[in-house]
């Protein structure tokens, strides 16, 4: 298994090569740069500057030391907030993130799953049509729609949780983390539903039911399994996203999270701060997919890890 | 009173196109150690009827009417959990295909052992014992080694002994065994068919036996229930409906089964062209590990123009592998191939498709070969268009129309799609496209074991027609001896990837050499 991830990581490394120089080419193509502000800067001031970031290098100098300093695992200093390094920012933002996400999924699994269970018992009755109506209200609802209204719920009008903040108060975790997962459920949901519809129709439910099982034992035991299959592969890809899409949520809730970090910096050209957020992103979701397909091949006795 | 008591049993199927009558007003009584075989054609309600009985139909869209009475309780209306207190405990169920009947996710010993502990809460030590000795009662050996297998790591007769072993661990009262041999070789079919009648003697069951196949029924029941269309037509013990049937659905069922030998018309008095087709040295393999898994070794065989060859063996003997060699579906590893002295084997991808042209292939499976997406008349034309073989609309148009009338179909039809066709019609269609382009060989992979047998009959005659009328040759794949029997000039008996025998059919199947066609015509059961 080792060695098939090894292999699958190692099949990588073009896709992250091309992810990272198209977008090193692309912010630097924007206009305007790092240390435009509102108040322009003396010509001498701004020289020196970029005299300090190599930035008045030709870009395939500056592309060359970029791509030899990441090798070298640097990412570089952040241009934006001087002392501090582009590796050093993502560490104090990616725990966040990474916490905020992981509670975002457990919800989204925990209620999507049931959901899409309930639905699949009786598929076109009132026991499907109710929660999967939910849910495609769910994936309709935007993230900025969603956190607000529950901020309003239950952080103002019931006062049971506070309405912004990460760790300072108890259960300050919670509206952000239903905010982010509650997409993911009805995702997830809908995953399941047809996962599980297609399963219960297969000849080896029938034998179930002949050998005398009732209902839940069949589900649990014989139909979950096979029926969560599209769910699991849906699982890599959608807690990738989850981290990389956070940044409605953080916004919305005050969290000093990586997602801030990631559309601030490309606010403000901060060159070495977007490809150091994109290359870790997009690293997170090649790791995922594969973790996806490894559990996928795990509980699937038919499959085989191929490299 | 019998232990099953059946009567007026009524199955319709509310439809968008409105109510379907699936079984009508069927009556029967089942006892102890005796066989009720239940047979008709593929529709005839013969599975609706037996999973109406177990409520394994979906209701709706199925509303069942009538009365199931076993062992004094009606099965059609007790409470779910006492009918779940019954089924798997009390009766048994084998289904037809024991790869999607038995669980891909769950190993073999859990699976066999499961009613055993829901029924009887058997700790789970002494129902691991009592699965090891089920195991060796249903003939597998090694059961230790197998209890921790996934049905995907088991040969499919291993996996029919495993759902036997799965019915009948509880030791029902009641077993119903639904096609069980159908997706089998004749050789395993005939063991399970053994293993049944024995253990059913043994155990003093009452067993219901669903079968297309009248040879199975005739071996294995002791009375027989034929049903057409829901209807049941005639009922009796077996030995009498077979010598005698007073229905004529019954006649025409038996009437329909291939029997002797190729009728004298269709065999050629000249000797024929010889070599037309020759294939010498041909080994297939496919890539495996830890070695690569040799599907054909070093096969040797010529035909003759207009000469019908029989290609007999089991699943996995090499013979669709062979065949698709034959067209380049499959590539050679080794050996030639060659089409009236020309070598197939080295054709480039625009001379392989003019070559084509005279080869055409009939697959097993009408269901899956069509196109769904393309009307009859697409599918037809296809080949015609491909070849040049029609420039204009109109000679098109007469083409396949006169093409569909040989055939046998009906030249409204020709704008509806695949799935709004029987089996054999869809089978008429493959044909028509196969011999659109008018190919010299006809490659048929067991091109009528999907269908019924009044179907089949009519098939076979009209691949016998073609075939003579236009002097093709056809390599003619079953696994069914009394097919080829009636079809081939010359049997070839594959095993494991090898000729093992090859002969004129009648010489060969009076006299067989190889110890391996004599097992297979053991295992024949007309």
Same mark, same amino acid.
């Given at each position: ?88 920012? !993502?560490?104090?933002g ?46 309709c609802?935007?993230?900025f ?35 982010l ?25 029938r ?13 649990y ?25 956070s ?38 979701i090649?790791?995922?997919? !594969?973790?996806?397909?490894i ?8 499959l085989?890890?191929?490299? | 009173?019998?232990?099953?008591d ?47 009985l ?18 004094g ?44 502990q ?39 007769g291993m ?26 070789d ?129 699943s ?211």
């Open positions: 298994m080792l060695k098939f991830f090894a292999a699958r990581l190692f099949q990588a490394i073009p896709v992250l090569f091309v992810v990272i120089t198209a977008t090193f080419f692309l912010v630097h193509s924007a206009p305007g740069g790092p240390f435009d502000a509102e108040k322009t800067l003396p010509a001498e001031v701004l020289d020196n500057l970029n005299a300090r970031y190599n930035l008045d290098d030709p870009l395939y100098k500056q592309y060359l030391s970029y791509m030899g300093n990441l090798v070298q695992g640097d990412f570089g200093p952040s241009f934006r907030y001087s002392n501090r390094s582009v590796t050093e920012m !993502i560490l104090t990616l725990p966040i993130t990474f916490e905020l996400a992981l509670y975002a999924m457990l919800i989204a699994l925990i209620i999507g799953v049931s959901a899409g269970i309930v639905a699949s018992i009786k598929p076109n009755t009132a026991q499907d049509y109710i929660p999967m109506s939910l849910a495609m209200a769910g994936i609802m935007p993230s729609l969603m956190g607000p209204l529950l901020v309003l719920i239950f952080g103002i009008s019931l006062d049971w949780l506070p309405v912004s903040g990460w760790g300072y108060a108890p259960g300050d975790k919670i509206l952000p983390a239903i905010t997962g509650t997409g993911y459920a009805a995702y997830i949901a809908r995953l399941t539903r047809g996962g599980m519809i297609e399963v219960l129709g297969q000849d080896y439910i034998t179930a039911k002949a050998k005398g099982l009732p209902t839940p034992t069949i589900i035991r014989h139909a979950l399994r096979g029926g969560l299959a599209p769910v699991l592969a849906f699982l890599g890809p959608a807690f990738a996203g989850l981290l990389a899409g940044f409605v949520v953080e916004t919305i809730f005050q969290i000093p999270g990586l997602g801030r970090f990631y559309v601030q910096a490309a606010f403000n050209r901060d060159y070495t701060m977007i490809l150091g957020t994109t290359i870790l992103l997009s690293t997170l090649v790791v995922f997919n !594969i973790l996806s397909d559990l996928t091949v795990w509980l699937n006795p038919r085989t890890l191929k490299d | 009173m019998s232990l099953l059946v009567s007026a049993l009524n199955i319709d199927f509310n439809t968008r196109e409105g109510v379907i009558n699936a079984v009508n007003s069927v009556s029967f009584t089942v006892d102890r150690g005796e066989t009720l075989g239940i047979v008709g054609e593929s529709g005839s309600g013969k599975t609706v009827c037996c999973n109406a177990m409520r394994l139909l979906p209701t709706p869209p199925a509303a069942i009417k009538g009365r199931a009475v076993f062992d309780v009606d099965l059609l209306t007790s409470s779910e959990s006492r009918l779940r207190s019954i089924r798997g405990r009390r009766i048994g169920m084998i289904f037809q295909d024991p790869m999607t009947a038995l669980n891909p996710f769950m190993r073999i010993g859990q699976q066999i052992m499961e009613p055993l829901l029924h009887y809460k058997t700790p789970k030590e002494l129902a691991r014992k009592k699965t090891l000795a089920i195991l060796q009662e249903v003939g597998i050996d090694k059961p230790e080694q197998r209890l921790d297998c996934y049905a995907h790591e088991l040969s499919g996996r029919q002994r495993v759902m036997i072993a799965m019915a009948l661990i509880t030791e029902p009262d009641l077993l119903i065994a639904d096609e069980p041999t159908t997706a089998l004749v050789t395993t079919q005939a063991q399970i068919l053994a293993l049944l009648n024995e253990l059913q003697q043994r155990r003093n069951i009452a067993m219901i036996f669903i079968s297309h196949d009248l040879h199975v029924i005739k071996k294995i029941a002791t009375r027989v229930l034929v049903l057409q269309k829901g209807c049941m037509v005639e009922q009796g013990r077996c030995a009498q409906v077979f010598a005698a049937p007073q229905h004529d659905y019954t006649k025409s069922l038996l009437d329909a089964i291939p029997k002797g030998k190729k009728p004298t018309r269709y065999r050629h008095e000249q000797p024929l062209a010889p070599n037309f087709l020759s294939i010498t040295n041909a080994s297939i393999s496919f890539p495996a590990k830890p070695t690569p898994n040799l599907a054909v070794k070093d096969v040797s065989l010529s035909i003759a123009r207009g000469e019908i060859l029989g290609l007999v063996g089991e996995g003997c090499g013979k669709t592998s062979l065949a698709q060699s034959l067209v380049r579906l499959v590539d050679l590893e080794q050996g030639e191939i060659k089409l009236k002295n020309k070598s197939l084997t080295s054709l480039n991808e625009k001379q392989l498709r003019l070559a084509r042209k005279d080869m055409q292939m009939i697959f097993q499976d009408p269901f899956a070969s069509l196109n769904p997406r393309m009307s009859i008349f697409e599918i037809i034309a296809e080949p015609l268009k491909l070849h040049g073989l029609a420039t204009t609309k109109r000679s098109l148009n007469e083409k396949v129309l006169a093409l569909m009338c040989e055939v046998g179909l009906e030249a409204n039809w020709a704008h509806q799609y695949p799935h709004q066709f029987s089996g054999g019609q869809r089978q008429r269609v493959a044909i028509a496209r196969a011999i659109a382009v008018e190919p010299q060989l006809i490659i048929a992979d067991e091109p009528v074991s999907a269908l019924d047998v009044t179907i089949q009959a009519q098939i076979l005659k009209l691949l016998l027609d073609l075939c003579w009328q236009y002097s093709i040759s056809m390599i003619f794949i079953s696994h069914d001896l009394a097919v080829v029997r009636y079809v081939a000039d010359r049997i070839a008996v594959m095993q494991k990837g090898q000729i093992v025998e090859l002969g004129n059919t009648e010489a060969l199947l009076t006299n067989p050499q190889h110890s391996y066609t004599k097992t297979l015509l053991a295992a024949r059961l007309s």
